[in-house]
């Protein structure tokens, strides 16, 4: 009897486990099957940019920002869209925050802050980023700029008004010399931002 049980338990935890594969399964499959929708960040939809460069298809055309303390790409959709995947075609942007408009809030969110890797193969600037897994609506898009590789830290006894000031330090080789270290941004320079919301089922069953 005691031979009989364990078969039947045994045989309920199979069936278990073989459940959970499947359902595990079903879930990986609709992972890999994920379709996107067309680039709505694309002028032709109706897409607004703060440079025309940033969404006009273009990767070989730069979209530049001034040498200015505050550097900001935006892009302003025809509407609120809904948002699950953004791709960065990097410039020269060396530390950045992605930020989306809360549609109910009014206010800018931060959803994501970068700081490029340093082993680049010989490359200045990591060519392309890309955010997926997002899940949030909004009529605006913002890639805030803090560091660019092009720009310059110098060290400053004081500062002036208008200075970024990066940290202050009290020595300076070895001995002791208090001073600020300053930024002297450069231009910021992207060449295209993709932005993608998941394609309804309906829009690619036959």
């Excluded at 009897?1 to 278990?16: D, E, I, V």
């Excluded at 399964?25 to 940033?54: D, F, K, M, W």
């Excluded at 970068?114 to 605006?140: I, K, S």
């Excluded at 890639?143 to 310059?152: A, G, K, L, P």
């Amino acid at each position: 009897m005691r031979t009989g049980k364990n078969h039947h338990h045994f045989a309920a935890l199979l069936c278990l486990l073989l459940s959970c594969l499947s359902l595990n399964a079903c879930r990986i499959a609709e992972v890999l099957s994920t379709q996107y929708s067309p680039n709505v960040a694309l002028a032709n939809y109706g897409t607004e940019a703060n440079h025309p460069g940033l969404n006009d298809g273009n990767l070989q055309t730069l979209a530049t920002l001034p040498a200015n303390n505050e550097r900001s790409f935006i892009i302003r959709f025809d509407g609120v869209q809904p948002v699950r995947k953004i791709v960065v075609h990097n410039g020269n942007l060396f530390r950045f925050e992605m930020d989306y408009l809360n549609a109910e809030t009014g206010e800018w969110e931060t959803f994501h802050t970068v700081v490029q890797r340093r082993n680049l193969d010989g490359e200045r600037a990591q060519p392309m980023y890309v955010f997926d897994r997002l899940n949030f609506q909004t009529q605006m898009l913002r890639v805030n700029v803090t560091r660019t590789v092009d720009d310059i830290i110098v060290n400053k006894i004081a500062t002036q008004p208008g200075d970024r000031i990066v940290d202050r330090r009290t020595t300076l080789v070895g001995q002791y010399y208090p001073h600020y270290r300053v930024m002297q941004p450069a231009m910021a320079q992207l060449r295209e931002i993709e932005v993608y919301h998941l394609q309804p089922k309906q829009d690619f069953q036959d």
